[in-house]
Structures are given as C-alpha cells and as structure tokens.
C-alpha cells in the first residue's frame, strides 16, 4: 500500500499554532515583493480564509478587499520556520515508514504495509509532536493515495482499495488529477473528456500524437484503471538561488552588484555546507515590469565556494544593463550544475 501525507494549509497553519491569538481568525502568509505596502501575493491561507475566498496565489490586495480587518491577520512569509517544522516531520515520518520520499516541502509518499493503523499512528504523532494536523490518503498506487489525501481534506484520512481507487480517480474531472496541467486539462475538454474515465474512449494513437509519445501512454494507461507503482527516488537539489528586493529601483551596475555580494555570501555558505562545486552561475533581474530575465554563463572546470567570481558577476550585470533598458527592482543569484568535491558530478 501507498501513503500520502498532505499537511492542511501549511504555512497558515504553522503560524497559527504560534499565535494562539489568531485562532478562529484568518490568517494570510504573505509574499510581500516590497514595492509598495501590499504588493505580492498570498502563499497560503487557512480554511476560513478560504471560505471567503482567499486563495494562494492572488494578490495581497484582493484579499484584503475580502478579508474583515478585525477578524483576519495577514503575515510575511517565514521560509526557515517552515522548513525546520517540515524537518521534524520528516523525522517522525522516516521513523516509522522505511520507504519514504519527501515530494515538497508540506507533502511525503510512503510506500508501507501498515496501511490505516499506520496513517492513524502518523497523524496521531505528527500532531502530539508539532501541533499541525496533515490529511493522509492510503491506496494500491501512489497516484490513488494522493488524490485519496485531497479527497480527506482538512484533518482526514482516506483509505481505499483497489475498487474504491478506481471509482475516485475514473469519476475525477481531468484537471484535478496531479500530473495534467491546465492545457493538457483544456485539450482533453476541447473533444469532451470531462472526467477521467471518459479518456477510455479516445485512440491511444491519437493521444500520442497530440500529447507525445511517453504522456499520452500515460493518459491512456489512467484512463484504462493503471495508475503505476514505486514512489520513486528523492531528488537531489540542484540548484542554489537566493533573491533580494534592492533599496530602490536603479540603473546603478554597483547597487545591483553590492547586493548580489550579499545574496551570493549566503548562497555560498549552503555550498560549502554541502560541500558542492558548482559550474554554472545565473544573475537574476526583476525589472519593473515586474518581467524576470536571467543571465548565466558556465566554467569549463567547477568552482569552489571560495573562489573570486567578481568580474563574472559584473560582466553578466553589465550585459544585461546594456540589453534592457528598465530599471531593476529585485536580483537574485543561483548556483547550479553542482559537482560534489572529489570531482563527481552528482547529476546525469
Ligand atoms: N505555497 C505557496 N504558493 C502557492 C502554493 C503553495 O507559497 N501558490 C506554499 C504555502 C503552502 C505550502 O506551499 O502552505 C503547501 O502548499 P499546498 O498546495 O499543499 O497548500 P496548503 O498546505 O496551504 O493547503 P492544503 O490544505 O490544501 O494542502
Ligand atoms: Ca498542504
């Protein structure tokens, strides 16, 4: 059997648990860009919050329009509380499943034959040890576990068997399965797909043309009740990007740099933390437009963290500056194609 674990709106949750204050309130976890005072978007809400309307992803200021100031709290985004919550619950989580894959940073895939009894037992120690509650879903295959956590959501669980995950996933409206985008979702509407089991009735040659070889053997294989195995392997990072917002918007190739010297020293220590080289190096540029533009060049021989990469940074700024003629609002810089020292490239 096959375990997902979903945490319940996690952000949100994560900071209600730290502010008794706000319970019962909607809370709002902001990405503020830092353009004005309520510009960026909603990273999570809570379920009330929900209620009204409020959704990740939609700007700041149309969820305040929603939002009732006395009953709601909106709050910047804490990346590293979040992530040392997820690191615990990683913990009890490996403690008990042998079979484990972390999928983000709020979701895991379990492969495990203790199937409810251990749903029960991770849902009741996740919450005694951190105090967030998680929905879990159990079935024949990693797909039907997943949509069975969806389904079960908030604070559920779901089990199925084989019979029950082949009604969930056949009666499922195509765009709600994790795996098909929003275009491949439209393409299937288009010849009135709506559900997944309505695929059964399109030519597997057909789907290969339209969706390519390897997606539309997959489409075919859902639509026909086969929803694969293995929960596969875990994927190592790779790449490292820190991004900052500059003082003021500027042209000035010696602002743009002075802050990347401060975004590159952190990015820098996770290297060295990892003990990773790297080959390539990317500048990136928020312009006020708010369009996003990279620049990255490549070493032929990997870089250590303590090397002097000063004139590439400022040839790339340069390069850039050159092109565009916007002014720039954030930057960021990222380090990837790693090797780990020794000289093994740890990917492909
Ligand atoms: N997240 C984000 N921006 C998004 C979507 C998600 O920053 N557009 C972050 C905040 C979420 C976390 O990732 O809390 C996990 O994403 P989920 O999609 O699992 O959403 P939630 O955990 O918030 O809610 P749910 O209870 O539906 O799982
Ligand atoms: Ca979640």
């Known amino acids: 059997m096959y375990l997902h674990i979903d945490m319940d709106y996690f ?4 900071e209600e648990i730290r502010r008794p204050m706000a319970k019962g309130k909607i809370i709002v976890v902001c990405v503020y860009s830092g353009r004005t005072e309520d510009s960026g978007v909603v990273s999570a809400v809570n379920y009330i919050g929900r209620e009204i309307g409020i959704r990740a992803g939609m700007p700041i200021a149309f969820a305040k329009k929603r939002a009732p100031p006395a009953d709601s709290v ?3 985004v804490d990346r590293e509380y979040y992530a040392e919550l997820s690191f615990r619950i990683d913990e009890i989580i490996r403690k008990r499943c042998a079979k484990t894959v972390q999928a983000s940073i709020d979701e895991w895939n379990c492969e495990d034959d203790g199937g409810e009894a251990k749903a029960r037992e991770l849902r009741g120690e996740i919450k005694k040890a951190v105090g967030l509650t998680c929905s879990i879903g159990v079935a024949p295959s990693p797909l039907g576990a997943k949509m069975a956590a969806a389904r079960a959501k908030p604070d559920g669980l779901l089990v199925l068997d084989k019979e029950g995950e082949r009604k969930l996933i056949d009666c499922s409206p195509v765009e709600k399965v994790p795996g098909i985008g929003p275009k491949t979702a439209a393409a299937l509407n288009e010849v009135r797909v709506v559900a997944v089991r309505d695929i059964r009735k399109l030519d597997p040659v057909m789907l290969a043309e339209t969706f390519g070889k390897k997606s539309g053997a997959w ?6 009740g086969f929803y694969g195995e293995g929960i596969g392997e875990e994927k190592e990072q790779e790449e490292v990007s820190r991004i ?3 003082k003021e918007k500027t042209r000035d190739a010696y602002m743009v740099l002075a802050k990347l010297l401060e975004l590159e020293k952190d990015a820098k220590e996770w290297l060295m ?3 990773k ?4 190096v990317g500048i990136i540029f928020a312009t006020e437009d708010l369009k996003t533009h990279t620049k990255s060049m490549s070493f032929r021989n990997p870089k250590t963290w303590g090397e002097d990469i000063t004139k590439e940074k400022e040839a790339l700024v340069k390069e850039f500056l050159s092109e565009n003629p916007l002014e720039v609002r954030r930057v960021g810089i990222r380090f990837g194609n790693f090797m780990d020292l020794g000289g093994q490239t740890t990917l492909f």
């Open 74 to 76: 909106f709050l910047p």
């Open 273 to 275: 933390e990892m003990k």
């Open 219 to 224: 489409l075919h294989a859902l639509g026909s």
């Open 244 to 246: 900052g917002t500059l």
């Open 277 to 280: 080289s790297y080959k390539t």
């Open 11 to 14: 952000f949100a949750q994560a």
